[in-house]
């Protein structure tokens, strides 16, 4: 099912282990993953749209140039047809991700016919890892290493410190 580019669209707000872990497999299955970062989405974030498309690239570029990380605004659907991309990549880790999930890619699929949304399990070690436990915890001062990759934890840990008492 080996199929051009995949967008991977999120606010990545920061990149996680778990998002790495997608990336990783998605590329067994297409040739190319754009990570589509969310400019202002339905959440409120913590890094600037800058920091966290940078943070992106740092953990991707292990991946070479089967990866490509920008911004975006506006509808995913408009995005995806500006890229000429049919397929969406989303993470499943547990039903409460289902329901909001199958939402968008039903109302994705109305607006653009053509587009499919590609679902991939989150790998056992990573089901409880999200962006919101790494802000918590990082924020907080505690350790983050376990959750991110290796290559930004240190610029992460400077992220957090600028920030603790300001949130
Ligand atoms: P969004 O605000 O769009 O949910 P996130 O950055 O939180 O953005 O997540 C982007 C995508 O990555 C989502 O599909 C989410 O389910 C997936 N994801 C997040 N964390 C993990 C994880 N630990 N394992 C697998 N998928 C994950």
Same mark, same amino acid.
């Given at each position: ?23 990783? &497999? $998605?590329? /067994?299955? %297409? #040739? ?9 989405? @339905? ?49 499943? &880790? $547990?039903? /409460?991700? %289902? #329901? ?9 699929? @109305? ?57």
């Amino acid at each position: 099912m080996k199929n051009n580019t995949v967008i991977f669209p999120g606010s990545f707000d920061p990149f996680t282990n778990g998002h790495v872990n997608l990336v990783q &497999r $998605a590329l /067994s299955l %297409f #040739d190319h993953v754009r990570i589509a970062v969310v400019s202002k989405g @339905r959440k409120h974030t913590l890094f600037s749209l800058e920091e966290r498309i940078n943070l992106a690239e740092q953990a991707c570029a292990c991946f070479g140039q089967a990866v490509i990380v920008e911004g975006f605004s506006g509808l995913l659907v408009d995005y995806a047809r500006s890229c000429k991309c049919r397929a969406i990549l989303r993470g499943l &880790r $547990a039903i /409460s991700d %289902f #329901d909001y999930e199958t939402q968008m890619a039903l109302i994705n699929k @109305r607006l653009y016919p053509e587009l499919e949304t590609v679902y991939l399990a989150a790998r056992e070690d990573n089901l409880f890892v999200s962006s919101s436990v790494v802000r918590e915890i990082g924020l907080n001062g505690g350790p983050i290493e376990q959750f991110v990759p290796s290559s930004i934890a240190e610029e992460l840990h400077k992220g957090f410190l600028l920030r603790q008492g300001t949130c």
